[in-house]
């Protein structure tokens, strides 16, 4: 029974991300819409759309980064406008300036989501 135990925790922190940011690092609640428009990065510029609750729109986000290796980083939004006590839901396309020269980009979401913008590929030598 002890095995079993053992075996289930070493999976379980198999499949945890090390390098996902604390959920405290998102700011205020926020949701990045998957469908019908995902987001996408074309050259530094990252586009989604968001969603929030609030009283207006225009709400205040800071992009931030951390590389995860010398040719990825990770992205992810910080929603610095408090949460609003209305029940309006904001849903907004939004533009934001990524300044990363690495080859593999992935955007996390509040949720746990996760978007690869950008993936380093390799390619076999053609014979």
């Known amino acids: 029974m002890k095995s079993l135990f053992a075996v ?3 999976l379980l922190l198999s499949c945890s ?3 996902a940011p604390d959920p405290a690092a998102f700011g205020a609640l926020y949701r990045i ?3 019908p428009d995902p987001p996408i990065l074309t050259g530094q510029t990252l586009e989604m759309t968001l969603e929030y609750g609030g009283c207006q729109g225009s709400h205040e986000f800071e992009i931030r980064a951390r590389a995860t290796s010398p040719t990825s980083t990770d992205v992810w939004l910080r929603k610095t ?3 609003e006590p209305c ?3 904001v849903v907004e396309r939004r533009s934001f300036q990524v300044t990363t020269s ?3 980009v992935r955007l996390l979401g509040p949720e746990g989501a996760a978007f690869i913008l950008r993936a380093v590929t390799t390619s076999s030598p053609a014979r």
Do not use: F, K, R
Request: net charge negative; charged share 15%; no cysteine.
């Open 17 to 19: 991300d090390p390098v």
């Open 102 to 104: 690495a080859g593999s």
């Open 8 to 10: 289930t925790a070493l």
């Open 81 to 83: 406008t408090p949460n």
């Open 33 to 35: 819409q998957e469908t």
């Open 87 to 89: 029940d309006m839901l």
